[in-house]
């Protein structure tokens, strides 16, 4: 056993293992293992910390044992000579790892357990299985790690897979009420298990352990801790915080014209209109089909007359039909199988994802978008299947140019969203936002909009989405919006659905992007076309623009549309917070009001930004529900009447009301 310091980096070396942590970013430490002979130079989605002093010292206990110290700012890491970490903040206890394996630990009841704290099982002829474990803590409370499908806000007590799935996206950090907050700076397929007695964090292959640990005396300033080392996203222009419309799917463009005049006759803005899916001739052509939109550049044109931006959809799949399919496999720009028939998508074609890590394959990709898509005037892109998805997820299945997907599978995301980023940001300087169906860490500064998948049109699933976008801002990436009443199975013609929908509408003006979009039963619109290619093929669902589902309906979404419009520049001031500390938009209560205990327990209300309290009607036919207002004064935006804070209050909720209060105090 050796301890080492190089600088202010402390290295820890015993029989195989070396250990190494240092500082990286204020009040913040990266810890690496490795059983290889050194540490890769990989950063992951670390970005180069900015200057900061560590202190690192050895030290002599009472018991004849070495240990060594390093400080950066309000925290400390402490390496006993078994090698167990503990960390510190402002000298208080936070977090130490999980060991049980013979004498000279504080749990000598358990030594002959063998449980290890950093646990590296070789896989033959390769990398290692990686698990790392930590000491449970009573009454600890953690949030983030991306987006899940359950209405749970505190993550303690679950077991989150980490892979992306369309609607899950796993974004690593999570966030304590202890005061601390750790990043898995790990890419590797795996899951982690927050127990009570342990937690316990797998890599199912990976060449080293890698993770990075900061404190701060509040969520915002841990979250700015972390998003100074990850990333944060531009600023998002004004002009796209009104209404976003969309719908499975539009078929051809003299349909998306005739949808933004109407909405112009109403003299309803428009911020972006999005062509969805099969508007191409085969997967991996990445192109108009002529038959259906003639003239591209006409219809950007005369919808950019009116104000509106035009956004079309871009698959990562390649039909082996395609064009591209050929030139693209000999290149070596696609992903690969390990065993079996070289597919990886089965939806509508034989099909192969591209590879989003090879950066010939971003190069490739962007470059037939630009001249089919942006040299026409497309403005903007929407990817999907940005997982990517995959016929069956057998992560062990599959290889990318940066290794097996149980590897670096994580990545995928982010690599796609830079792919466009990359090109976005050489043909002009306009800011880079672009919707997407997945991201991981550091995917904020490539102008990831994400959301939230294909989601169910179903109440429970309403619930999970707003555990879903609080904390995927507690996981630094703010920009999040969803498909307003689900995705999947809304019938146009159900009381019922249509009930939802309007209070989805009315919890997505106070998300940062209200958007439009779902497949609507029934399916009972003729194909345009026979076969099974082309833009004329597919399906399309019903009809999902506001006056779609009825006078009444109409009524109450133009009243919080108009609402939306009024709320423009205070959004535009949440989007200049975001891009500066990396604050989100749609907040848990207890990152306003961190001392209020009670707010450590809500998960149905949200502060959208500092000043509005939102209390979402989240069950069918629910027309009052309770709301806990924090210390301070509050004004109920739908009657006008004040409250005093500090207390439950019961509300009356019709459909034409979603409970939200301004803090009159602030």
Known sequence: MT?????????????????????????????????FPALTQENWALMPPPDCRALVSLQQEPDGQTTAVIRNGSIKAVINSFGVISFYKNDQLILREYYRNYAGTESRESCCLKVVAREFIPIVGGDYHLTVRFEGRDGEKLYGMGQYQSPALDRKGSILELAQRNSQVTVPFALSNLGYGFFWNNPAIGKVMFGQNYSEWVAEATKQMDYWITVGDSPAEILQNYTAVTGRPPVMPEHLLGLWQSRLRYRTQEEVLQVARRYQELQIPLSVIVIDFFHWTRQGDWQFDPVYWPD???????????????????????????????????QGLLMRVERGAAQTYDYQGDCVSFDATHPQARKYIWEQCKKSYYDYGIDRFWLDNAEPDSAVYSFDNYRLYLGPQLEVGNLYPLMYTKAFYDGLKTASDRTVVNLVRSAWAGSERYGALVWSGDVPCTYESFRDQVAAAINMGLAGIPWWTSDIGGFMGGNVHDPAFIRLLIRWFQFAVFTPILRMHGDRDPHDIPSLADGDW????????????????????????????????????????????AH???????????????????????????????????????YPDQESRQVYLPQGDWESQSDGKRWSGAQTVQVEAPLSVLPVFRRSDH
């Open 534 to 577: 082309g833009g004329g093929f597919q399906p399309t669902g019903q009809p999902n623009e506001l006056w779609s589902y009825g006078p009444e309906a109409f009524k109450i979404m133009k009243q919080y549309l108009d609402l939306r419009q009024s709320l423009r520049p205070y959004i535009a001031q949440l989007m200049q917070e």
């Open 580 to 618: 500066k500390s990396g604050a989100p938009l749609i907040r848990a209560m207890f990152y306003e009001f961190p001392a209020d205990p009670h707010c450590w327990e809500l998960q149905d209300q949200y502060m959208f930004g500092p000043d509005y309290l939102v209390a979402p009607i989240l």
């Open 3 to 35: 301890f080492q310091q190089k600088g202010q980096v402390l290295i820890y070396r015993r029989q195989n293992q070396t250990l190494q942590i240092e500082p990286w970013g204020p009040d913040a430490l990266r810890v690496r293992a490795t059983e």
């Open 296 to 330: 591209p550049r006409a219809m950007a044109d005369e919808l950019h007359a009116m104000g509106i931006e035009v956004m079309v959809s871009v698959w990562p799949s390649v039909d082996r039909k395609s064009k591209n399919y050929e030139p693209m496999q000999e």
